[in-house]
């Protein structure tokens, strides 16, 4: 299995709402990364997880909280957003945290009303 | 501080036709290099990546790409252009904070 996949694939939320993103690899691998990307933009790191341990955290507003319940999953747990929080949301998994390639989800399509 | 400069925001070949897209980047030691594609809407594949070694890289769907030091440049190439090739491509460089270039949008002419 090569696969990240991600749930849900799109989401519409108000600004007051919970909700979160759903990210899960069985690669075996011990990196996982949450990107935000925006219309015609490139992808920009948000969170790294190091063997389930937060490990970058690119200055993200704490609206956006991200866990790693174990090796395989990851999650983005998303409250009180704006309407320029709408972007693709793409996981990424690798097998180091150094030098492996990323192996990239399709993306969760988040619009903030 | 590394980043990646993609010159190209927009490219248009003809099928058939040889392609290159051109990628700088600036990385203060030996760099970790990627190509990735995109379709609209979709995550990003790997065509291929440089770490090490021979310096011209063959990846999948008939994708190459050559590392210059001297010109700091890992600048992709095809020989014949598909329609389906018509995609965003983004080079990469890093490991862990792996930063992306602004992207070359590919169209295809029939």
């Known amino acids: 299995d090569t696969e990240v996949t991600q749930t849900p694939k799109h989401l519409v939320m108000g600004m007051t709402n919970k909700k979160s993103l759903k990210c899960e690899q069985h690669m075996g691998h011990r990196a996982m990364y949450w990107y935000k990307q925006k219309a015609k933009k490139p992808p920009e790191l948000m969170f790294v997880?190091?063997?389930?341990?937060?490990?970058i955290n690119e200055s993200v507003p704490s609206r956006f909280s991200p866990e790693c319940p174990n090796s395989s999953l990851l999650n983005l747990h998303l409250h009180a957003l704006q309407p320029e929080d709408s972007a693709l949301y793409l996981c990424?998994?690798?097998?180091?945290?150094?030098?492996?390639?990323?192996?990239f989800g399709p993306g969760t399509r988040l619009t903030v009303l | 501080a590394q980043s990646v400069t993609q010159p190209d925001i927009h490219i248009t070949v003809s099928e058939g036709a040889s392609l290159e897209l051109r990628c700088n980047y600036s990385?203060?030691?030996?760099?970790?290099l990627f190509w990735y594609v995109q379709s609209p809407g979709q995550g990003l594949q790997l065509l291929l990546k440089y770490f090490s070694g021979d310096t011209l890289v063959q990846g999948i769907k008939g994708f190459e790409a050559e590392f210059k030091r001297s010109q700091s440049s890992f600048n992709l190439r095809k020989p014949s252009v598909h329609w389906s090739d018509a995609a965003e491509y983004f080079c990469?460089?890093?490991?862990?904070?792996?930063?992306f270039g602004a992207g070359t949008r590919l169209t295809v002419k029939p």
């Open positions: 990385y203060g030691a030996t760099p970790y």
């Open positions: 990469a460089v890093g490991a862990v904070n792996m930063r």
């Open positions: 990424a998994s690798s097998g180091r945290t150094s030098g492996d390639e990323q192996f």
């Open positions: 997880y190091s063997y389930e341990k937060l490990s």
